[in-house]
């Protein structure tokens, strides 16, 4: 495995160091209050660390970045599966989806509920990925990305019939305003599902 990921990185392993020198520069500096943070630098920051680390992700646990309990003799990627089923089966017809990486859990609810979901996510590499693996799968007409923080999500108010996020929104940089937004995005009556680490 180790081999796989290596031969994957070759040739990206500069650019790979030089970013991640800058996220640690920048978060060292915020880090010992330096100066103020500022919401572009905590963009900014976000948007470096994934850079580096979705493809350490992907290939660790896959295109679905979380973790799910198993019963017996259940497969990692079949627990994977089965919790995005659960959440497939609250679902309405236009959902959004928090913080979806690069969509490994959006095609799989999107295949399944058949409901179109939007991907909404800060970080346009993951976007990148999330649109081909739809395209992939041959789903590209049930998945929407949006490219903004999930703090301020470009859609009206009472945009979706359900929202879900899978250990998304414990990363918000502020708990109170993530879950404003939430409710703000959802018809009235209609249900928010998460999972969290």
Known sequence: MSFRLSRSLKG???GIARTFREYEKRSRAAGRGKREQTASDYREITNLYYDVATDFYEFGWGRSFHCAPRVPAESFKASLA?????????????????????GGPLVEIARFSGAKIVGVNSNAYQLERARKYAEEAELAHLAEFMHCDFLDVDAP??????????EATCCAADKISIYGEIFRLLKPGACFAAYEY
Not at 157 to 166: K, L, P, T
């Open 157 to 166: 108010d009472g945009s979706f019939d359900a929202v879900y996020a899978i």
């Open 12 to 14: 990206s392993a500069s």
């Open 82 to 102: 089965r919790h995005e089923h659960y959440l497939a089966h609250k679902l309405g017809m236009v959902v959004a989806d928090l913080g979806c990486g690069i």
